[in-house]
């Protein structure tokens, strides 16, 4: 079989979840299956060295403009002109006229679930709410055409089952997610001190992966750590990446604590991996969303060595299991009460340490490669012959 792989963004610098996903399903591809051959269509960007070609994977740098119009008319075009018998797309939406069989790694189906208006009016920038509306727009003509569509947890096959009216659909399969082996305790004195000066990380800090996405439930964290904050006399900080100033500012201000700002380091964009030195330094791993649909971060700060406060909603039980403290995200008194538990009882604290390095051992990206060649190898029977 030819393979067609979409992967258009996996050669962009700040590389985020979904194109993490595209770039791991790719290398670990590359890793277990040597017989079948692969197109990856990329768009030309700079950091074009994270994958290189092998002897059945072609690289194909495919300009086509602004995203749906590469999606909908330049890949289809490739696609045929580079004779695949089948098209794996990777981020929710596809090309609506595919000349070959699509299968369509479905993230998530938020934005489905929101109307057109809920999302214009939403918090989120204009880039993130043009986004939703492309998928709203795209993703029912994707399901109903695709012949198989994956998802990351059993959770989200189930809303998505719910949502199209495809519950028990052979179509529909769930597919974990990995993280990478290099997410591992890293005790190297050195490197932990290259990433805390680079990052300008402070001595005693929470992590948390929050940005302007609502599900993120940022407000609620910084609530719950003002909270925490006093009741301790330690110097603890919040540590948060890629965020704007600006949109702190006025979080910190809607819940009444401006002088917040001062405690919140915000490192910009950090490459993936320098991720492992900044889990491992930190008192906590904080990630009480509102709505996952896996949540690879959980897994890493587990891999690392991190206690992680999870949410009792959507994916993340099912994820982290017992080796997360688990709270209410929309309660951020029980974040709150989350912290000052973990870092009183060391009992707990190592408890969850140990119970996490076992759960994250159960997820590879590898794993996942091979669950999607099988998934390549059933479809091969019900390829049309080319004329």
């Not at 045929?80 to 069989?101: M, Q, W, Y």
């Not at 043009?130 to 109903?144: C, D, E, M, S």
């Not at 302007?212 to 964290?221: A, E, F, L, S, Y």
Request: hydrophobic share 40%.
């Amino acid at each position: 079989m030819k393979i067609g792989i979409e992967a258009q963004r996996i050669f962009r610098k700040k590389k985020h979840g979904m194109d993490m996903v595209a770039l791991e399903l790719i290398r670990n591809l590359q890793e277990v299956d040597k017989v079948n051959q692969y197109v990856v269509f990329v768009a030309p960007d700079e950091d074009d060295k994270v994958v290189q070609e092998t002897p059945n994977f072609k690289i194909v740098k495919l300009a086509g403009g602004f995203y749906p119009l590469w999606e909908q008319i330049a890949l289809p075009r490739a696609v045929k002109r580079e004779g695949c018998d089948i098209l794996h797309c990777t981020s929710n939406t596809a090309p609506i006229f595919s000349p070959v069989p699509v299968v369509d790694i479905l993230h998530d189906i938020i934005y489905m679930e929101k109307s057109y208006l809920q999302i214009l009016k939403g918090t989120g920038t204009p880039y993130q709410k043009f986004g939703n509306i492309y998928r709203k727009l795209v993703v029912p003509r994707v399901v109903k055409k695709s012949v198989r569509i994956t998802t990351v947890s059993h959770f989200e096959k189930n809303r998505i089952g719910e949502f199209f009216g495809m519950k028990g659909d052979n179509r529909l399969r769930a597919v974990y997610n990995g993280f990478g082996s290099h997410f591992k305790p890293l005790t190297e004195k050195a490197e932990l001190q290259r990433i805390k000066e680079k990052y300008q990380l402070p001595d005693r800090y929470f992590f948390f992966l929050g940005n302007t996405d609502p599900k993120k439930n940022t407000r609620g964290v910084l609530k719950a750590f003002s909270d925490f904050m006093k009741q301790t006399t330690v110097d603890y900080k919040l540590v948060m990446l890629d965020y704007d100033r600006n949109e702190l500012e006025k979080l910190v201000n809607d819940i009444g604590d401006p002088d917040l700002e001062k405690r919140v380091v915000l490192t910009g964009y950090v490459v993936n991996t320098d991720l492992p030195g900044i889990y491992a330094q930190c008192e906590l791993f904080l990630y009480p969303s509102l709505r996952e649909s896996f949540g690879i971060p959980m897994l890493e700060a587990m891999g690392c060595g991190a206690p992680v406060i999870t949410s009792n909603t959507s994916s993340m039980p099912e994820v982290a299991c017992d080796a997360a403290f688990i709270i209410d995200p929309y309660k951020p008194e029980e974040i709150t009460s989350a912290m000052v538990q973990l870092l009183a009882d060391e009992n707990l604290r190592n408890d969850l340490i140990t119970k996490g390095f076992v759960q994250a051992a159960k997820f590879s990206w590898k794993a996942m490669a091979e669950q999607f060649l099988e998934i390549y190898r059933d479809l091969e029977p019900e390829l049309k012959p080319k004329k």
